[in-house]
């Protein structure tokens, strides 16, 4: 047997930035890189935010005669079809390696529009402009990017890194309280696994959050991106730490597979929270006291447990054996010690729970309100 030894030059460590400020979106002059002068732009988006930012910024972005795609809101428009479809309409246009793709919108847009980046022509850049707050906190910073499958959740996808993020705090002001709620459990859930002081601090400005204080709202965001920086750029493949972020997420995943993305992901990592930190609690980690405060700030939120209600608890624990954190047949999840503290055991952040432990934990969440 003979052996050639493929030996790739190591990539340059990359580095991005993440532009906060207010107004600024539509004076592209501010944040476009001079670099991609004369560079053909594809601004992604959905029906709703092309309604009140894709045509303005289409008008501000005329020098380039950019592309404006958009496709029907909403998480049920996160699969192959609308990918397909975006990757063709962009080979109907020419677009070629340097196309620079520019996400206009929320999670969903994001996460599709940085996958059709990924695998255009092998891979093309993209630049994220979050118009909500959990796309801004949460999807649009880390460079994951995926579409849903019959299977699940985000389980076809891709690590592809933006070229840099453009949140305009401008763009929170339209939002809906209830995307607001939406996105700030996100930011609730990236505190509760890092950061108690803040945690604090959302708690204790619930009214001013709703209300769209500026300053209260720029404070959060900036301290859940830099959180999000600091995990992402230390395990930017979920080897490690960054699983962390997934908090919530395995049972909020199968809540929204369930209810057929109905529910608000932000809703769903909610009761998803609420149900890993009684397993938390169950397993003697968490304290009774702990899962209370949790609680209470969710329901000052008007998170009900309506819809988990309505959820057969063996259906949602099938639900989550699709989760990409199984292993060796068993489902693992992040834990609380404390709020701000993870539950981390011999280099270990993600722990295997019975699903025993997991059906009670489920059971006693439905029966608490
Ligand atoms: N949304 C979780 C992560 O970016 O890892």
């Known amino acids: 047997m003979n052996e050639i030894v493929m030996q790739i030059l190591a990539k340059q460590p990359a580095s991005y930035s993440i532009k906060i400020g207010s107004g600024f979106l539509l004076n592209p002059a501010e944040w476009l890189s001079l670099d991609y002068q004369g560079k053909q732009l594809v601004i992604i988006t959905d029906d709703n935010v092309n309604k009140i930012y894709g045509e303005k910024l289409a008008n501000a972005l005329a020098n380039y005669k950019p592309l404006l795609l958009s496709f029907l809101p909403g998480e049920k428009s996160k699969n192959y079809l609308t990918k397909q479809s975006l990757e063709d309409q962009m080979f109907e246009h020419h677009c070629n390696r340097d196309t620079i793709i520019l996400s206009l919108g929320g999670?969903?847009?994001?996460?599709?529009?940085?996958?059709?980046?990924?695998?255009?022509m092998r891979g093309i850049s993209y630049i994220q402009i979050p118009t909500t707050l959990l796309a801004m906190i949460d999807?649009?910073?880390?460079?994951?990017?995926?579409?849903?499958?019959?299977?699940?959740?985000?389980?076809?996808?891709?690590?592809?890194?933006?070229?840099?993020?453009?949140?305009?705090l401008n763009c929170l002001m339209t939002l809906p309280k209830v995307q607001v709620i939406n996105g700030l459990i996100e930011a609730i859930k990236i505190f509760m696994t890092n950061d108690a002081y803040y945690f604090n601090y959302?708690?204790?400005n619930i009214e001013n959050i709703i209300n769209k204080d500026?300053?209260?709202?720029?404070?959060?965001v900036e301290q859940a991106i830099k959180l999000k920086v600091s995990v992402v750029s230390q395990d930017e493949r979920e080897n490690k730490h960054r699983v962390v972020l997934n908090f919530g997420h395995t049972i909020g995943h199968a809540i929204e597979k369930m209810t057929d993305y109905t529910i608000l992901h932000g809703y769903a990592v909610a009761?998803?929270?609420?149900?890993?930190?009684k397993i938390s609690q169950l397993l003697g980690f968490l304290s009774l006291e702990y899962y209370q405060i949790i609680q209470s700030l969710f329901f000052r939120l008007n998170i009900t447990l309506s819809e988990l209600k309505k959820l057969n608890c063996d259906e949602i624990i099938l639900a989550t054996k699709s989760d990409k954190k199984m292993k060796l047949n068993s489902v693992r999840y992040v834990l609380l010690n404390e709020i701000g503290n993870i539950h981390?055991?011999?280099?270990?952040?993600?722990?295997?729970?019975?699903?025993?432990?997991?059906?009670?934990?489920?059971?006693?969440?439905q029966h608490d309100g």
Do not use: R
């Not at 500026?214 to 959060?220: A, C, E, M, S």
């Open 271 to 277: 009761l998803g929270i609420l149900v890993e930190a």
């Open 202 to 204: 959302v708690n204790n």
């Open 214 to 220: 500026i300053l209260v709202i720029k404070n959060i």
């Open 107 to 120: 999670g969903v847009v994001g996460d599709i529009a940085g996958f059709v980046a990924s695998t255009y």
């Open 139 to 168: 999807s649009s910073v880390g460079g994951k990017t995926a579409i849903n499958t019959n299977q699940g959740k985000n389980l076809i996808g891709a690590f592809w890194q933006p070229s840099y993020v453009v949140a305009d």
């Open 344 to 365: 981390y055991d011999d280099n270990i952040y993600v722990h295997p729970v019975s699903d025993e432990i997991v059906k009670k934990a489920i059971c006693e969440v």
